[in-house]
């Protein structure tokens, strides 16, 4: 039966803070905190991934200094981030030096220092700020020195090797849809591989999209328009493999398992779609530029970031509420809808002959309505008849109360959503503790609602604690209504066992002959009840007994 604690620590695996001995030898504490992979709660998944972004914004920097038109004005900042780019990585280095004793995989050779060194992963280590101290002793062409910094790509390395291994081991004997189908969609065999590749996808969405909106500033487009092509090219080859991959393997997925009805079931999904549209202007813009002109299609590529959807759940939350309040959002539209009409057809009524420029028909009066009940007021169109004015008045304390509907709708369903679901998760641990044991796979489900409630560890320790509490009482019978009871011969069975303990009980707890004396003084025991009372108690004879029991017979 595992603790309350120890199913906390299950569930949220290193978010839990790691329990590790100030009193340690130093070189053993920073291990464990920093470098220890089989510790659950250090920083060593911490470092990584703040390595790995720092790794990411080298490439970038080195991307960029190929661009006089950026790379000249701002030398002196693009120096200052290269050396503090390798103070990080040497201070990286030098610690991992500093503790493979402690490491299991140096630790067994007779000089563990020596067996780092000579590792491969230490090579990648050393390459990547090799380069900048050779550049203070041997004098090195800056372009060759930019090149050789390349080599700080190397150390991503260290984080997909072991995430290669884990997913090699897990989808061991698998066939290579299978395999294809971990990597792209959520499933037990991912691992850390599938959440690197959800990583490199959503890096690629946003860097896309950045690059999109920065393209629109002329000054900008006009110094990086040929990385704007490259970087357009790379992304939308990403993205073309991605929806690929997914087309592919998601037949291994339950309810798209049929080879063709499966995949066009897939295909048109709300998110391949926005997978589809986010890769559609490029290919139409390369294959029919020679029969119109397509530009204005690349403001579409801004769709990429729906593709962000898929790996947040309040979309599918904000969803299921809309769906769910739809009869009420509809019937709170058709009402604002008939007073936005309204609102257009007297203020052309009024202001029409005063103002024809502005006020020309109803339709060019619904923009004035619509902004006048919706109190934002932009000023460029506004009354100036008494009668409109005092309309104008009217209609904007209506708009306060009329356009909040739709918003206090959503907040209170969305709200209402959320509880559903925690509810929901609250009745899945429930049922996941019915043997008192979270297994890993029913810990990684629960982890992985959490996240998706943006529930804390508090919060889920609290649904831990209730759905163990009403487990609890549920197994207590003695809570339970005596219909149920009866309808369930084990808990009849274990009823009655605690009936007759309790009656056991009575007669520990008081005075028997006062007990026995009242009953059969004033009648409140019938004859069989109270020899039945003495068969439970142990005193009665054993003729009595054997009475009581042939009568029952």
Not at 184 to 211: C, K, M, N, R, T
Not at 241 to 252: M, T
Not at 312 to 322: I, R
């Amino acid at each position: 039966m595992d603790t309350d604690q120890e199913l906390l620590q299950r569930i949220h695996g290193v978010n839990h803070r790691a329990e590790i001995s100030p009193d340690l030898p130093m070189r053993q504490w920073v291990y464990a905190w920093l470098f220890d992979a089989h510790r659950e709660g250090n920083h060593q998944k911490a470092m990584d991934r703040w390595i790995g972004l720092l790794i990411v914004a080298n490439l970038f920097a080195l991307l960029f200094e190929h661009v006089p038109a950026i790379y000249e004005p701002n030398a002196r900042w693009f120096h200052y981030f290269d050396v503090v780019s390798v103070i990080v990585f040497t201070g990286e280095y030098l610690l991992r030096l500093y503790v493979a004793p402690e490491d299991p995989e140096f630790a067994k050779g007779r000089s563990p220092h020596l067996s780092y060194v000579r590792s491969p992963f230490a090579i990648i280590d050393l390459l990547a700020i090799l380069p900048f101290y050779l550049q203070a002793f041997i004098p090195v062409d800056l372009r060759v020195l930019r090149f050789l910094r390349l080599l700080r790509i190397l150390k991503i390395f260290r984080v997909l090797i072991p995430a290669w291994h884990e997913f090699v081991k897990a989808n061991s004997g698998r066939t290579f849809r299978q395999k294809v189908h971990a990597l792209v969609f959520p499933s037990e065999y991912g691992g850390a591989l599938h959440q690197l590749f959800d990583g490199f996808i959503v890096l690629w969405v946003v860097v896309s999209v950045a690059a999109v909106i920065l393209e629109s500033v002329q000054g900008v487009h006009y110094v990086l328009n040929l990385e704007f092509i490259i970087l357009d090219a790379v992304a939308v080859t990403v993205f073309t493999a991605e929806f690929l991959l997914r087309l592919y393997a998601c037949v291994e997925t339950p309810g798209y398992q049929r080879a063709l009805s499966g995949r066009v079931k897939h295909a048109t999904s709300f998110s391949s779609i926005i997978d589809f549209l986010a890769i559609l202007p490029f290919f139409l813009e390369v294959f029919l530029h020679h029969l119109m002109d397509l530009r204005f299609l690349r403001v579409f590529r801004l769709l990429r970031l729906f593709k962000l959807t898929r790996y947040t759940g309040a979309t599918k939350t904000l969803t299921t509420v809309v769906v769910r309040e739809w009869p009420v959002l509809a019937a709170s539209a058709f009402v604002m809808l008939l007073l936005v009409i309204l609102t257009a057809s007297l203020g052309y009524l009024f202001e029409h002959e005063a103002q024809p420029e502005k006020f020309e028909n109803i339709p060019q009066s619904i923009y004035w309505a619509v902004i006048t009940l919706a109190s934002v007021g932009y000023g460029d169109i506004s009354p100036v008849t008494p009668m409109g004015r005092m309309m104008t008045i009217v209609l904007a304390l209506l708009g306060i109360g009329i356009f909040a509907i739709p918003a206090a709708l959503l907040s209170s369903a969305f709200t209402d959503q959320l509880r559903i679901e925690r509810e929901t998760l609250k009745n899945e641990l429930y049922e996941m503790l019915a043997d008192g044991h979270l297994s890993a796979d029913e810990a990684d489900k629960i982890n992985r609602e959490a996240k998706r409630l943006h529930l804390s560890e508090e919060e889920v320790q609290r649904l831990i604690i209730k759905a163990k509490r009403e487990r609890d009482l549920k197994e207590d019978v003695s809570m339970l209504p005596l219909h149920k009871i009866a309808a369930n011969t084990p808990h009849a069975i274990e009823y009655y066992r605690w009936t007759l303990a309790n009656l056991r009980q009575i007669g520990v707890l008081t005075s028997r002959e006062d007990f026995e004396r009242l009953a059969t003084q004033s009648g409140r025991l019938t004859q069989e009840e109270f020899i039945l009372w003495q068969a439970i108690q142990g005193t009665a004879a054993p003729e009595a007994a054997g009475s009581t029991a042939s009568g029952n017979d």
